[in-house]
């Protein structure tokens, strides 16, 4: 699976918009890019994956460039609950073999 | 409909000795992945299962097997325990485990090696 780079931490506060980035310049045409994130002292759990276009869903929104080599990952309003390490993951259509990076440990302030 | 299950879910044990982990996913799910936990190496991906067979595996010495049954339950051993093997390890299912799937984690088993 190919590479993904995001920034260690970011910092947002509450109720406001965050946007997580990730790049992946040397991604393949049939990688999906998939985002988990990590509560404390949690298995990782599922929050959004796309191939082409944006995507939407109830915890958040994922916007893909148009070339493919970078997505943002964005929460409408950050609550508390949100605290996690997020992972920009790429994976293909070969098996499920999620090859995680450090993810951005995402703060977020009352 | 029940999450992923893992037992036990805290293990001690001392160097040379073997272990071995279980976990069950949920109804349905017919892909298995575990992956090892460490605060130096992060997630790292061990192996997957589907259909009883081992699809993929991760860069993980020999010492590091696993096997899944008919019922899509699978077990992980790790046998000659190291002091380096302790971690949080963390069983993940899916449908079939494609790139549309989503990959549900249970809580982990966190063992540690005396």
């Known amino acids: 699976d190919a590479k993904t780079t995001q920034p260690n931490s970011m910092e947002s506060n509450e109720e406001e918009p965050v946007h997580l980035p990730c790049n992946h310049s040397?991604?393949?045409?049939?990688?999906?890019i998939h985002w988990y994130r990590q509560l404390p002292s949690q298995g990782p759990e599922y929050v959004i994956h796309?191939?082409?276009s944006n995507v939407n869903n109830r915890m958040a929104s994922l916007a893909i460039a148009e070339d493919r080599k970078s997505s943002t990952l964005i929460l409408h309003r950050a609550t508390l609950r949100d605290a996690a390490v997020y992972y920009c993951?790429?994976?293909?259509?070969?098996?499920?073999?999620?090859?995680f990076g450090g993810g951005t440990r995402l703060m977020v302030k009352p | 409909k029940a999450g992923v299950t893992q037992t036990p879910r805290y293990l001690i044990k001392t160097r040379g000795q073997q272990v071995t982990l279980s976990c069950s996913p949920i109804?349905?799910?017919?892909?298995v992945s575990w992956y090892q936990q460490t605060p130096g190496q992060g997630l790292q991906f061990l192996f997957e299962?589907?259909?009883?067979?081992?699809?993929n595996k991760g860069n993980f010495p020999g010492r590091f097997s696993g096997r899944q049954f008919s019922n899509s339950r699978s077990e992980m051993n790790v046998s000659t325990l190291e002091l380096g093997d302790s971690a949080l390890y963390l069983c993940?299912?899916?449908?079939?485990?494609?790139?549309?799937?989503?990959?549900?984690f249970g809580p982990g088993t966190r063992l540690t090696v005396l």
């Open positions: 993940a299912s899916s449908l079939v485990g494609t790139g549309t799937d989503t990959q549900y």
């Open positions: 040397t991604i393949s045409g049939t990688d999906y």
């Open positions: 796309g191939l082409t």
């Open positions: 993951i790429l994976i293909g259509n070969a098996g499920n073999m999620l090859t």
């Open positions: 109804s349905g799910h017919r892909s």
């Open positions: 299962y589907f259909s009883e067979t081992q699809r």
